[in-house]
Nanobody
Framework: QVTLEESGGGLVQAGGSLRLSCAAS????????MGWFRRAPGKEREFVAA???????THYADSVKGRFTISRENKDTIYLHMTNLKPEDTAVYYC????????????????????WGLGTQVTVSS
């Protein structure tokens, strides 16, 4: 069973930046893609960004395009660099892993992902 552990959340002012990290351990070789989802208070969990395990394909939600960047910079860790943060970005951010090989195609539904971290809180003050 793959375990995912997020870090890097916190409190930031609007317009600021944060970088989230997610480390995968235990059988990470079963992962074909990883991503980030978030859940804001009173809302459903929503897709943020995803990246193939090779790091060559990325996919973003429209709400974060141009502000967030997902990357894989070492073997078992992905990052979400968030800039120009807005109060509406306030949420618990979850790291996720997809064990299905999709030929480089990235998916953005909660049900498509198999592994989940416990989440890290991001709070953006106005």
């Amino acid at each position: 069973q793959v375990t995912l552990e997020e870090s890097g959340g916190g409190l930031v002012q609007a317009g600021g930046s944060l970088r989230l990290s997610c480390a995968a351990s235990k059988h990470s070789f079963t992962i074909h893609a990883m991503g980030w989802f978030r859940r804001a208070p009173g809302k459903e969990r929503e897709f943020v960004a995803a990246i193939t395990w090779g790091g060559d394909v990325t996919h973003y939600a429209d709400s974060v395009k141009g502000r967030f960047t997902i990357s894989r910079e070492n073997k078992d860790t992905i990052y979400l660099h968030m800039t120009n943060l807005k109060p509406e970005d306030t949420a618990v951010y979850y790291c996720t892993g997809d064990r299905s090989y999709r030929g480089g195609f990235l998916v953005d539904e909660v049900s498509d992902y198999d592994y989940w971290g416990l989440g890290t809180q991001v709070t953006v003050s106005s």
